[in-house]
């Protein structure tokens, strides 16, 4: 076993998903089981720490959670009936072994494992602050970052230096946290990333970033973490604090819109139902002429089936996606490349053939996979691509835990909606209207949305402060 | 590298896929990308053979193709511009490295490289003459006997034993091998496996299992390889025998209800539009009072398209597939498997909750995942639960190169329909009939179609000779 | 890749080798072949952080240095002209890729890494101390302690730093650390563990832990680093500092009789030379009438070679070493078992047959495997076995970085040396004496040498405070 | 599990051991420790084949045996009570696990495995010969011809068929072979290599290349397999055939002179005792004046003390061998190149400053080796260095199963002894003579060793005819 070699510096963004468990026989196993249901929310690395009532244990790897945890003897070894646990997808290159979470530390007070999904906005920061005193990094995660505030907290108590630590980090953040009497939820005050609360069979407790986690051991939902609340679950049961104070939410919409999967309930809203009522408020608004209803797959089939069934055209899978991509893949020499090959997604020509095409997909990036794709439907003989996307025009970065280019690479920063037709190719291009957008999640319009939610990426308005942007260049 | 123990016996069957490719730069590339376009033929090994006018090159492994031909330099070795590929699933335990295809041997006239999709239904039987009269057998595939009968022919050209080899076999199978001088493709006189013939897009030439291969490289198809003919590709161009004589063929109907990918196009027709005509049947046959009509994913799809479409009933994505399983994946402890967990399938309750549901999958095989799915369904919230299967009852294994459990283990073997429908637990239950069937392939009706297609798995009707099966028992 | 499971805490005794190069072209391949020459001070992991002027690059892994540096293009992203590298055994099973060094870190003027030879006597306490402070401890390795007292330091410049640092720890250690603009070399006080500085080809520098190291890369001695002394190499050349004052060495006596490579001049003795004149002083002192005289290879050799020179009874290679062990081994079965089976060592039994043999071995620790090498040589023919061994007795565990196991399983720290003669079954049993070890080593006797090494392993007079120790339990 | 690409043609020479056992509870660990003791005679790869009554079991990987052997859940897979098992060395760069012994086929009469030592000279001839009959290979080992000759045999039973086939081939060999019915050890007429009976402990037999196979399992030496002779091992006990009639021995000498251990007897001599009175001889028949007797290790260590015995000159280890070498290794740069970096020997340079020097080795093949350490010895400061050879001058290839360059690369075959002493820097440079070498293994002079061993690298008499050299070019 070998670690990659690499610069000893960067820092990645990440997008992740957290589970954690108190109470449970097989906790090691519930929470392995909600990492697959949650690997959506990153595919690059898996960890989990268990508590047995006197000692910690882990494993970590890197790849899918499936690979990563089917040993069976190495689950035996996961010993105890609490657990965290934590799937990661880091954009940069150099995915570490030691950049996976959940992050444990050697405390004076006993020990204590964190994982956390988002980002810290303030982390450069703190990280330099931290460093000028004495503080050791070793490794480029956010979670290092607030590990390092519980440290040096002058508070006596685990949960005292918590709430000092979560006082002092600003962005987007759902901490899973786990000692030896306790497992902590903590949701930031604006509640950007979910966090949900359940109850397992035999009267255990699970926290999960998603509903569907919950679904796969079958345990039950109880309610959402609120946001800015942590709560603290022993075998007494659960109790809550508000180390913020009282918060208002700006939930991420784009977890409706892409990143959640389809059959999950985020603060009480179906993701599924939500998407399937982007699509039909998409055909209200920029309804075309057409023949068929083609999503991307997977994340626009159900927008284009909202979009389908309200328009009354034919939705049809005229794009195929081909699954089983492997870890790796075919490095492609330069006349294979010229060739546009597609791996992932291929036409479904019978489908498409001599039919006005209205596409759906969920958002346009940096536009070279929409291009692509407009062309691969056009060769399959289609004689009119329209493109509908279930999200207004991407112009901004999200810093809050979601990965995307910077603002020069998104096609929507710099190019107006016809010029972004233009660019990719298509006859007609429409976004969902803000108005839209709001109404299917179930307000009047947008107005009515106001301030409750994030959608800095579609907006700018960011509601959380970007301490570090503004400040010096993140080294 | 160390190579699984395992006993030294035992026969597996096999589904796979083919490629060949001739006169194209980056042959071993545009191999692996159609290797890879096949890769729900078969996911556990995966090899290529290339000649480059001098030598033949290979490489093999375990795994997807994707990960198997993924290092630049290993790909850098494969030169040439003429090259055969396999995907292989073996249903026996141990995949084995020196099972993986396509295999090389050298002969007096030179090295020439096999691979097949199919099986042979006398296979045992001659590798028992084979053995007697003192060939050697070092692994356990069909294609090994294929290659001892072009070594032991007492013909003078390569392509003489070839034929004189194709008259000895019996079943089903599509061939492609590579000598120095030409690609040869040859389909069994019932044409009951798929074989495509395609030009790449610099005048070179490909075969492969389905037209989705031709797709991926932007190689344009020019016909099916015929049943019963043997093709012979050279820088002449394309020469075509018949070893045979005249055949009239059986094609596996199985290939249109389930194997083949959606997209591909196989005897002119499409997998997808065939699907979704036999939802539209299974429709008027078998309709249903419901709320919605939800497809088994990903197979289910298209026909529950065709049924919701033709019925009027909502379709709606009420399961939720998981596609990150991984290579291995969490061996479940006992409590852990007592929870029912389904790793691949979730159940998306806000779609099913309250609703009287239709499910529609391709086949009930076991019967064990369409009752833990139904099972999954309730527990969602539907209140009734209609099954309907876009194929007849599956009565009869498989003996042509689709992996099938033996007839005992056939649900509908030993269960009529109704005892199915308690079996998995469903309200109703409804399989497609044959006069439904081939009327969505463009029959008038069964009898229409009477003598065109293999549909064994249903009848009981096998047009190839079961040698092995009739004679002793094959070890 | 995946980590070990392991519990997340526990603190492993370690041997070490250490490199350090300055101002040479391919410095990361000097550094590796110096850590090969230096594998049997640790052959379960290695280690090598280079600066190549602007970043710092590393490469660690679990294994021979040949098996983790055989990669030529991971050998290129070593960068630099200076570099560090560290070879690595653990005692404890949990071998960890976050355990080999070396450590770097980020400070706020810049990045450093350290490694080291040795162990600190203090660790445990001072990392108490640090993780009341709020220090995070991601390791259990010393050199982290040694990190974060850099770290922490109030001190402005790194230099000031180190030297803060080192007046902190106690114990036996020889520390290489690389900064971007220079390279540090440090022994403890009393200089128990060895370091060496030699200039390599073309006007660079090199420390290692034994001249064997130089000779790889034929690089030229220097002088050793002194007990006590900092060096500190840049571009300039360079300078020493005295952290401690003035102190009196204190050097391992056991680096000469066992640990050491014979080809090493440690502290200008030649290892091979005093090896071969213990023998020859144990010949003097506990002659016996005997027939052949049989080394336990490897390490016995020399003294062999000695006790026969002076005695004049026949050298013999009656015992033959396999090295071929690999880095993991059958795991016996009960029956294998009980047939005794060595594999590191075999009797060559026509040496050995209807002789009297003296085994000459250098040391006795638990005993059991002097008892199975008695036993095969008495099974090959041997009429008397009498076993001399090149150290005193073998009474007290060592803290200053030799493994041994701890005082109660020491076979001398309980028996007489007739009852340990008794234990492993020889005609005679002797051990050299503290007078004439010493002679060995160019002094008149024991007193002559008196406070000039450190013997604790025989006498328990230990030269340094064991801070730990003498505390609380070591958690 | 990926198998390496490499060309599909290329015929490896190889050096190898074998082991047979019959009777035994744990015959496979009985196997796998006989390899371990037989690791020097082949280091990449090992297989063992079992039966346990029904069925045959098999193991094979890339490596040492300990590492191929190392989990106890795969060992308990090898089942039964009989076993073979195969060391190799190959010196083509691929070794591929499809080369791997022991070899194992299905026959019409049942399984049987193959594993051999030595090479056949008429292999090549035989190959085209059973190519053109229409036999498949799939390796490139000389097994895989003997095993198509025993299945194309027209006799009916195995044993007649193994008699059959040994007629037909030629060569150095050494054969064992287990049936479900008994376990069969062959050797070619001239016995060139050797082949061990021994008794294991409760009753079972044990077949090996050497004696110290049967050491390490504490198994009792019975007898050599005599040239020519087939011995047939079941319950019943052991018979004997002489399938060639009267045959006179030719044993390798070269197994006496540097490849089998030295702790082995073969053909009733001990390597060990043979090596040190080849020391004697040479010290009579080339002495000269110097201070110090240096081998070089390992296998010149005893031909070294022989000399020191003889010429009262002391013995000294003046060169060390790291025997840590790894699987891989650093590639090195150019620069490092040109240090003339040794990774496996390094000069112990007080016992070599100032001295006249004797390097005693077992041969001198291309002379490179040679002459990087008497460099070497003379760089640490040797005065004189003078060279002599535990073996006559090597001027001609081993075509019998020793690992040996072609004739022009041979140093001793273009140069006179004079021009090899000054290609590799020496004073001085003697080789045993034929009379010593043979008064060494007991005759009175070469004359009465006349046609008892075979000599062929040293004096080009081939004792067996080499087929295809003779004939056409090897392909």
């Known amino acids: 076993m070998t670690s990659t070699t690499r610069e000893t510096s960067g820092r990645p963004y990440e997008e992740c998903g957290v ?7 097989d906790a090691a196993a519930l929470a392995a089981l909600g990492l697959h249901a949650l690997q959506h929310r990153g595919q690059e690395a898996a960890g989990i720490v268990t508590h047995d009532g006197e000692r910690f244990w882990q ?6 959670v499936g690979d990563v945890f089917s040993d069976a ?21 150099g995915t570490l072994l030691r950049n996976v979470q959940p992050l444990y530390a050697d405390f004076e007070f006993g020990g204590l494992a964190v994982a956390h999904n988002g980002n810290l906005t303030n982390a450069a920061t703190l990280r330099r602050a931290l460093v000028k005193r004495g503080c050791l990094f070793q490794s480029t995660t956010d979670t290092e970052v ?7 907290s002058l508070y006596a108590t685990v949960l005292e230096r ?3 630590a979560a006082k002092q980090v600003k962005g987007a953040y759902s901490v899973v946290a786990l000692t030896p009497d306790f497992l902590i939820g903590l949701r930031d005050p604006l509640g950007v990333r979910p966090l949900i609360l359940g109850r397992v069979a035999d009267g255990g407790w699970m926290l999960a970033s998603e509903t569907c986690a919950l679904d796969i051991v079958g345990a039950e939902f109880v309610r959402n973490v609120e946001p800015g609340e942590m709560v603290i679950i022993d075998d007494e049961g659960i109790r809550s604090l508000r180390p913020f104070g009282k918060t208002s939410p700006r939930f991420c919409v784009f977890e409706y819109i892409y990143f959640a999967r389809p059959d999950s309930i985020l603060e009480d809203h179906s993701v599924y139902e939500a998407r399937k009522q982007i699509g039909v408020e998409l055909a209200r608004e920029s309804g075309v002429e057409a023949d068929v209803i083609v999503p991307v797959p997977d994340s626009g089939v ?28 075919i490095e492609p020499t330069d006349q294979i490349r010229n060739l546009g090959v597609r791996m992932k997604h291929s036409a479904n020509a019978p489908a498409l053939r001599g039919k006005r095409v209205v596409l759906v997909d969920d958002s346009i990036v940096r536009g070279t996979t929409s291009r692509k794709i407009v062309d691969m439907v056009r060769a399959a003989g289609a004689t009119e691509v329209h493109m509908r996307i279930s999200s207004p ?8 835990g979601i990965d995307t280019p910077e603002e020069s690479q998104l096609l929507a920063a710099t190019h107006s909606v016809a010029q972004m037709a233009e660019a990719i190719g298509v006859d007609s291009l429409a976004f969902i209207s803000f108005d839209g957008l709001y109404r299917a999640l179930g307000h009047d319009d947008r107005a009515d949305a106001e301030g409750r939610y994030c959608d800095a990426c579609f907006t700018g308005d960011y509601p959380i402060e970007l ?4 400040g010096h260049l993140v080294s």
Chains 1, 2, 3, 4 share one sequence.
């Open 393 to 400: 025009p991407t112009r901004h970065p999200c810093f809050y």
């Open 59 to 64: 494993h970590k790897g890197l790849g899918l």
């Open 19 to 25: 589970v954690g468990i108190w109470g449970a026989p």
């Open 467 to 470: 301490v570090d942007k503004e």
């Open 162 to 164: 918590l709430v000092d």
């Open 302 to 329: 159900p927008s284009a089936m909202g979009y389908a069934a309200e328009s009354g055209i034919p939705f049809e899978m005229g794009i195929i996606r081909n699954h089983y991509v492997g870890r790796t893949f």
């Open 73 to 93: 003897r190495m689950m035996g070894t996961l010993k105890g009936k609490s657990a965290i646990g934590h799937n990661r997808y880091a954009t940069t290159g």
């Open 146 to 152: 607030f590990v390092h505030l519980i440290a040096i």
